[in-house]
């Protein structure tokens, strides 16, 4: 059975703090994606990995960054967190082909106090 | 650039009758169009998708959708509904216009609700 796995379910820090969420993936799929998901607003491309060490920013990549040293595992990092921060991060893979659909991990729903 | 409308925040539905959740798009090629489904502090899960060939997918757990080229509309269909279906549905569209790879691209999400 395919798994996207995130490293937490529910997340609580405080602001300033370094975060690191994790996901890690065993279906070798080249693509891989961090969504931020809010109310009302559906869910947001913060940044996608199409190879090792290769990203490209989403639609809100301010106040994040990533990291994909090994193809398995992409990392999400809030670099100084801020209560604006407080959401649902959703990671994701595919394969690289347009035809193919994503599979998402549990979600991590992070607060920031 | 794609994009996904979801036009309908609920939709509300008795259990065993028909129900139906719309969706609109705009794409710059061939449109890749996917459902999925998300229950309550999950993930999403892959419902079906469109690529090719006959208008009608059918998918998981009864579901289908209706691909429509001259509407640009992916409507998602259960001809008689449970309460267990009762969840968030996400429409998307893979996005190929970028540089490098492909992401998805979703609409804001319809809340469905079947009242028993």
């Known amino acids: 059975d395919v798994k996207v796995t995130q490293s937490s379910r529910y997340l609580v820090k405080r602001t300033g703090e370094k975060v690191f969420l994790e996901c890690v993936q065993d279906m070798d799929h080249e693509n891989m994606f961090w969504y931020r998901q809010d109310p009302g607003l559906g869910l947001r491309l913060i940044y996608f990995?199409?190879?090792?060490?290769?990203?490209e920013k989403g639609d809100i990549p301010e106040g994040y960054s990533v990291s994909r040293e090994k193809k398995e595992r992409f990392s999400l990092i809030l670099e100084s967190a801020s209560t604006n921060q407080t959401s649902m991060y959703l990671c994701?893979?595919?394969?690289?082909?347009?035809?193919?659909?994503?599979?998402f991990g549990q979600g991590t729903r992070l607060t920031v106090v | 650039a794609q994009s996904v409308a979801q036009p309908e925040d609920q939709v509300n539905v008795a259990e065993g009758n028909p129900l139906t959740v719309k969706c609109t798009y705009s794409v710059s090629g061939n449109p890749y169009l996917f459902w999925y489904v998300q229950y309550p502090n999950r993930g999403l899960q892959f419902l079906l998708k469109?690529?090719?060939?006959?208008?009608l997918v059918k998918g998981s757990y009864g579901f289908e959708a209706e691909f429509n080229k001259s509407q640009t509309s992916f409507h998602l269909k259960k001809p008689s509904a449970l309460v267990s279906d009762s969840a968030l549905y996400f429409c998307a569209v893979r996005d190929n216009s970028g540089n490098y790879g492909q992401n998805f691209v979703f609409g804001p999400g319809t809340r469905l609700s079947v009242l028993p």
């Open positions: 469109y690529i090719t060939g006959d208008n």
């Open positions: 994701a893979s595919s394969r690289d082909t347009e035809n193919t659909e994503a599979f």
């Open positions: 990995s199409y190879d090792v060490k290769m990203k």
